[in-house]
């Protein structure tokens, strides 16, 4: 059992709750919040984000990219802990049940939440998986703000009643860049390792320290853009409360990352982590207050 629960990596499953919770708030605001969408719409995400960490376990393993050298946490394949056939029927037991939650929403609202469905298994499984993964490409940081950003935290709103106003569309832009700066801390971590079995990450394109500037530029972006929105009235004022989540982004400038020891990156990943996930209870908070 601690095997699988390592498989599904649960450190990651924030980058799929935040854009649900902001999304039941910013339904909330407006009237439209109901338990039974804001359930099956966090059990969907939180499946699809399981169903895509059992996929990547799995390929990864196949294309040599986890080998005996990694850092960071292991991973199940590589080491021999699962067997591939049983994690990818893991995988698609975990889409199936985020497909059941699709249904049940495409009934309320509509076929909408099928188009979202497809589009986000799709992804997952285009990440690492066929012929020409993308994540293999330095496209992963785009699809993560695509799909963890505007599909997650728009689509998710629409299964209330249909709608997504204007202001959860740019809602979507921060967090979506976000939880981009995860996987960016990511594949900072694994620079050297991705280069070596050519896993072509945008830190692998632009180098060691462009990423790294790229990556703390990200968030700040994100910041800033939280604070203008707010003040000119295109979010609601309370949502200027997830900019406090950048006092976590101060201990992170200061790590001592060293290019010739990747294990002074893992902090990087674990703190981006928390900010994004205090950054989403923040907007929230602030949408509901």
């Not at 649900?20 to 966090?42: I, Q, Y």
């Not at 076929?111 to 998986?129: E, N, T």
């Not at 700040?220 to 939280?226: C, Q």
């Amino acid at each position: 059992m601690r095997d699988w629960i390592a498989a599904a990596r649960p450190r990651t499953l924030t980058a799929a709750i935040v854009p649900v919770v902001v999304a039941g708030a910013a339904a909330r605001r407006s009237g439209a919040f109901e338990w039974t969408p804001f359930w099956l719409t966090l059990l969907g995400a939180v499946s699809i984000q399981i169903a895509a960490n059992f996929a990547n376990d799995a390929s990864d393993a196949q294309r040599g990219a986890d080998p005996s050298d990694r850092i960071g946490p292991p991973r199940m394949v590589a080491t021999g802990r699962l067997a591939a056939p049983s994690v990818w029927r893991a995988c698609w037991g975990a889409i199936t049940l985020a497909a059941f939650c699709g249904l049940l929403l495409t009934v309320r609202v509509g076929p909408v939440m099928i188009l979202i469905g497809v589009a986000s298994v799709l992804a997952m499984l285009g990440y690492v998986g066929g012929p020409k993964p993308y994540g293999y490409r330095g496209l992963g940081e785009a699809f993560v703000f695509v799909f963890f950003g505007l599909v997650g935290t728009v689509g998710s709103r629409l299964a209330y009643d249909g709608r997504s106003p204007a202001f959860v569309w740019w809602l979507g832009v921060p967090i979506g860049l976000l939880a981009a700066a995860i996987l960016m801390a990511n594949n900072l971590r694994d620079l050297p390792l991705d280069r070596r079995v050519g896993k072509r990450t945008l830190a692998v394109l632009l180098g060691d320290r462009a990423a790294i500037n790229l990556f703390f530029g990200t968030i700040w972006a994100a910041l800033a853009l939280t604070l203008v929105l707010a003040v000119v009235g295109i979010e609601p004022i309370g949502v200027a409360a997830g900019i406090a989540s950048g006092a976590l982004v101060f201990p992170l400038m200061r790590l001592p990352l060293r290019p010739d020891d990747r294990r002074t990156y893992v902090p990087l990943l674990a703190g981006t982590a928390r900010i994004h996930a205090l950054y989403g209870a923040l907007v929230a908070a602030g949408l509901l207050l």
